[in-house]
């Protein structure tokens, strides 16, 4: 019974609850006793039972008790490691109590928070398909601090505990030349520009991590965490991030953390001892992941395959973490809870999440959302194969009985169709517009279509503005097909002004996460503010209408029950020419409610279009009445109407 460790029984803690001991003149705990004791803090009501990890040097020949009656230690449980223990504990009130640490005539204490649960915490609500998630890399936003972009010597934070966190010197410096580098971008920046982001038509901000990442290389990132519990210094710190999440709501805006359960990075602090000797899964010999999602639900897949998906690398410097060890999960799961709870948090996104071991990641999900019925947890499930993806959605009905428990999946399929599509002007049948149809075609895969973050971009891919030519007109219709079509909108920063790679370094991820011009103190140009979009050089001459066509578009979804919630009826033309059939490289469809209805026409041809509203009777009978979304004017919609190239059509009308 290798993970159930010893259990101590803590005869001092009963001692201590009937009033019996006096820890008054104890000493508080050095560094040189205790490290470190997570989750920082925790709460009263919580589902969540609490599991403290302690790191302190043979902390686990210590006895351990609690000075006050309010908290209780229920189990002790060795690790492998002399220098950790886990202790569940009993959370009955609030209070600031002390974690007593005894071994023959050696004590200390430790500060330890219990605080009351805010009303109404359990039920809060989450991103919805009423929302539109903004996308932002922190360290390319904005930087409004100028003291945190320089090589970071170490100090002191609070943090939530009931002590400060001294945080560790970091050696990836600044550098706004360097593609690769740190560009200094912080919490404060994202907070100037709340209203920019509101104004957008944005409803929530899911931020990629800003969670230390201390790798002396390409920290900017994130996604290589070295400390799951605090704040990169350089972004910030808790409490900052903290006043983030209350001052983003004050703008309606709602906040998604951006978390990484499979790997952390080769700079965490528990690559120097970790608790266990399997807390992460082995690199000698190094393995690599082989990125086989198939290996889950293929019936004739290897063992092998399967072993080397779970538990190899993704990258050398990201080990891979083991989530078959329990106290690993109940780590995570707490930490997801902790932080949820401590920011007031409204999601989760959570990082290549096929890497991790999907039973345990099911047991993780189920936490998270028993914990917080409400909370949508979206997964970055990146498969471009239909049924694969859908696999991993909540109550999917799979052949093999698995269940994810994760709400939310990201629609790759539908990513990838629509700039291949938008790319594409002299086609065959089953390519341009076809190609958004057919995957709009098997929306029959999934288990619940509200549930689908819809992009045509993020982090991970190239600029859009690039993958379509730096044609703004492209980019409208893509704006266009992302607020009007079934899901949960994503848009990523920049590309509401199709911002392109940066050309004067190599081809890099780094170069296409490109700094916001305007974020910067010393920066010539500033796409953040209205003049400044309209005085901008040739390589954002578009910037000022493609703002105002993307602001006013998801303005009017805010408001709009038919595109947030309605149903989808869809129309392909072909057009006849010689002796074969090819698709006119159009798209219409009708998103609807009951009462409401829009309708969108895309013409991706170099040809203007006259709308055949006979094609469309089915639905309703012409000529209708409404108004034009994209030019605010009433239209009666009725054969002839033109549809220019390369451009949408969007109107509104009661049923």
Request: overall charge negative; hydrophobic content about 35%; charged content about 25%.
């Amino acid at each position: 019974m290798r993970y159930r460790g010893l259990i101590i029984i803590a005869l001092l803690a009963a001692a201590v609850a009937s009033g019996r001991v006096d820890y008054s003149s104890v000493p508080q705990a050095s560094e040189s006793q205790v490290q470190r004791v997570e989750p920082l803090s925790w709460w009263t009501g919580m589902t969540t039972d609490l599991q403290l990890m302690v790191q302190g040097p043979a902390i686990v020949e210590y006895d351990v008790a609690v000075e006050g009656k309010g908290l209780t230690v229920k189990e002790v449980h060795k690790a492998d490691s002399p220098n950790f223990v886990f202790i569940d504990m009993a959370v009955k009130s609030a209070g600031e109590y002390n974690l007593v640490f005894t071994r023959g005539d050696e004590r200390f204490k430790y500060p330890y928070i219990i605080r009351e649960r805010e009303k109404g915490s359990r039920e809060r609500e989450s991103f919805t398909t009423a929302d539109m998630i903004y996308l932002i890399m922190p360290d390319r936003f904005s930087s409004a601090f100028m003291d945190n972009d320089e090589q970071w010597q170490g100090g002191e934070y609070f943090d939530g505990s009931a002590r400060p966190w001294r945080v560790p010197e970091t050696p990836d410096e600044v550098n706004r030349a360097d593609a690769v580098a740190r560009h200094g971008g912080d919490i404060q920046g994202i907070m100037n520009h709340l209203d920019y982001i509101a104004g957008l038509g944005a409803t929530a901000i899911w931020c990629t991590p800003l969670l230390l990442d201390n790798q002396p290389q390409e920290s900017y990132h994130g996604y290589a965490c070295a400390d799951y519990y605090h704040i990169d210094p350089r972004f910030g710190d808790n409490e900052l991030y903290k006043k983030f999440v209350e001052e983003a709501h004050a703008h309606g805006l709602k906040i998604i953390m951006d978390i990484v359960t499979n790997h952390c990075g080769t700079a965490h602090w528990w690559m120097e001892e970790a608790p266990f000797k399997d807390w992460y899964h082995s690199s000698s010999p190094y393995v690599q992941m082989n990125a086989l999602f198939s290996v889950y639900m293929d019936p004739n897949a290897s063992v092998r395959d399967r072993e080397r998906q779970e538990s190899g690398w993704f990258v050398p410097s990201m080990p891979d973490m083991n989530l078959d060890n329990p106290y690993v999960l109940k780590y995570f799961q707490q930490w997801a809870v902790w932080w949820i709870e401590y920011a007031g948090l409204d999601g989760l996104r959570v990082d290549t999440y096929p890497y991790n071991e999907p039973e345990p990641m099911s047991r993780w999900c189920k936490a998270v959302t028993d914990e917080y019925p409400n909370m949508n947890i979206v997964g970055e499930c990146w498969d471009s194969k239909i049924t694969q993806l859908a696999y991993w959605q909540k109550d999917n009905p799979n052949a093999d009985g698995f269940n994810s428990n994760l709400p939310s999946i990201m629609d790759f399929p539908l990513e990838g169709a629509i700039k291949q599509a938008l790319n594409e002007d002299y086609v065959n049948w089953d390519e341009g517009m076809t190609r958004v149809y057919t995957v709009i075609a098997q929306d029959f895969a999934y288990k619940d279509l509200s549930h689908m973050m819809t992009f045509f971009a993020n982090h991970d891919h190239a600029r859009t503005g690039d993958v379509l030519r730096e044609d703004p007109a492209r980019m409208k219709l893509a704006i266009t097909l992302l607020a009007t079509l079934r899901g949960i909108p994503q848009l990523y920063y920049g590309d509401e002004m199709m911002f392109l790679e940066r050309k004067d370094v190599p081809s890099h991820d780094g170069a296409k996460r490109i700094d916001f011009p305007g974020g910067w103190e010393d920066d010539t140009i500033d796409l953040f503010d209205k003049d400044g979009r309209e005085l901008a050089p040739r390589i954002y001459e578009h910037a000022g209408e493609l703002h105002d066509y993307t602001a006013n578009l998801f303005n009017w979804r805010k408001g709009c029950k038919a595109v947030q919630d309605g149903k989808t009826l869809h129309f392909l033309s072909r057009a006849n020419i010689g002796a074969s059939n090819i698709t006119d490289n159009t798209y219409a469809y009708f998103r609807y409610t009951d009462t409401d209805a829009v309708f969108v026409y895309i013409n991706n041809s170099f040809e203007p279009h006259a709308l055949d509203w006979d094609h469309y009777r089915e639905f309703v009978e012409g000529p209708v009445n409404g108004r034009d979304v994209l030019t605010g004017e009433n239209i009666t919609l009725r054969n002839g109407i033109t549809i220019a190239p390369k451009s949408a059509l969007v109107v509104e009308f009661k049923r």
